[in-house]
């Protein structure tokens, strides 16, 4: 779990970049990392994750010019991501992960573990990168919608591919895999196609009936977050989003930060609404249909 929350925080750094630099169609990899001020190029040991930040107390050390405290956030929120993935699969309940305690987790202590217990094991390895990379996904298209109030194709098709490839490659949103099968395999996959055809068509009819409801960038958002936790967890990542979305408005008009015309980015709350769906959407489901059936 360290260790994830640590390689969090570099790939926070690096999303720092891809934030700053994606809407102005600039590279991400040319020029190397640099003040905006001086112009003066960050080396390396200046460049550590959250550390750099709160030592340099968020200021250039060459100029003085102060940073945004976005880079420290980012850097920080990732790292909980990545290690809130780790969580998930070792330390939540059999139902939902493997249903090991905190301690055998930070102390890799297994007492007879179950054989995809251990980080080696390919399935688990490829539900962490799947849990990653959507956590990636979602924190830099979160920070550019509420920056610039724009949810780019160049962040969000990328995201909807990766997520069709590993919707065949890893189609499992949970483990214990032992009663998955092949019927249950194609199953999963049926469920990464719906979720990305009724999630993007959701949001398209919204569009289509209220103009100014939707723009096209939460469209392919919400199909790229169907595409990663299929079609079963889409139900309540949405609502979730949509609730939150709406307390969220209406608490920032009572407080006179905006009104009923303001423009309040939603690529946020999909995303907020996507995470509940991936870690907790399938249980959602399964407590509904089960008292639906009762």
Not at 39 to 54: D, F, M
Not at 173 to 192: I, K, M
Request: charged share 10%.
């Amino acid at each position: 779990m360290i260790i994830a929350f640590v390689i969090g925080t570099v790939i926070g750094s690096l999303s720092n970049v891809i934030i700053h630099r994606i809407v102005f169609y600039k590279s991400i990899w040319s020029p190397p990392s640099h003040c905006a001020s001086c112009g003066t190029e960050i080396p390396g040991y200046l460049n550590i994750p959250l550390v750099s930040y709160l030592a340099l107390r968020g200021k250039c050390r060459f100029c003085g010019a102060k940073f945004s405290s976005r880079y420290f956030w980012v850097e920080l929120i990732s790292g909980l991501l990545y290690a809130l993935v780790i969580v998930w699969i070792y330390t939540l309940p059999p139902r939902q992960g493997l249903g090991l305690g905190w301690m055998e987790v930070l102390t890799y202590n297994f007492d007879s573990p179950p054989p995809l217990a251990f980080p080696t094991h390919p399935a688990t390895m490829l539900l962490m990168l799947k849990g990653f990379i959507f956590s990636s996904f979602l924190l830099i298209l979160t920070m550019v919608d509420l920056e610039h109030k724009l949810l780019p194709d160049r962040i969000t098709i990328p995201g909807i591919i990766i997520a069709l490839i590993l919707g065949f490659v890893a189609p499992w949103n949970r483990l214990p895999l032992e009663s998955l099968g092949t019927h249950g395999v194609w199953d999963a996959y049926a469920q990464t196609i719906l979720g990305l055809l009724v999630g993007g068509g959701i949001l398209y009819l919204i569009a289509v009936i209220v103009p100014a409801g939707m723009g096209g960038g939460d469209i392919k958002l919400m199909a790229m977050i169907g595409a990663f936790i299929g079609i079963k967890a889409l139900g309540p990542a949405m609502f979730s989003g949509f609730v939150i979305g709406g307390v969220i408005a209406v608490l920032l008009m009572l407080l006179g930060k905006a009104k009923r015309k303001s423009m309040i980015p939603f690529g946020p709350f999909l995303a907020l609404g996507g995470l509940i769906g991936f870690y907790w959407g399938g249980e959602i489901f399964t407590i509904y249909a089960r008292h639906i059936t009762s």
